[in-house]
């Protein structure tokens, strides 16, 4: 499988959790992003494969969590004290070929993508 698969999603209510789930397989870094209605697509968090080092957007930093299953070949992205604001739709990317640390925010860097899952924070 080389199109990453997302699964979870839904609604939420402010200050909730949710996690999310990716299907990766035959990559080397594994990222999520997300586009809210009327905006443009944005960097959320990444993760290596190798080495497992992890990245991640200003606006997540501490409130979200990448992490991978070796075994499973999944990324989670566990989401905490949500906001309305990171309302949107939420897609998992990937690539084959090593990205730079520069580029890990970069669309361009991730050449497969899924097909994107919901989340809505609202109470």
């Known amino acids: 499988q080389v199109q990453p698969l997302e699964s979870g999603g839904g609604l939420v209510q402010p200050g909730g959790s949710m996690r999310l789930s990716c299907a990766a397989s035959?990559?080397?870094?594994t990222a999520w992003f997300r586009q809210a209605p009327g905006k443009e697509r944005e960097f959320v968090a990444a993760?290596?494969?190798?080495?497992?080092?992890?990245y991640f957007a200003n606006s997540v930093k501490g409130r979200f969590g990448i992490s991978k299953d070796n075994v499973k070949n999944l990324v989670f992205l566990q989401m905490n004290s949500l906001k309305p604001e990171d309302t949107a739709a939420y897609y998992c990317a990937s690539s084959r070929n090593t990205v730079i640390q520069s580029a890990i925010s970069d669309r361009r860097s991730y050449s497969y993508w899924g097909q994107g899952t919901q989340v809505t924070v609202s109470s």
């Open positions: 035959g990559r080397t870094t």
């Open positions: 993760i290596r494969w190798m080495g497992g080092n992890t």
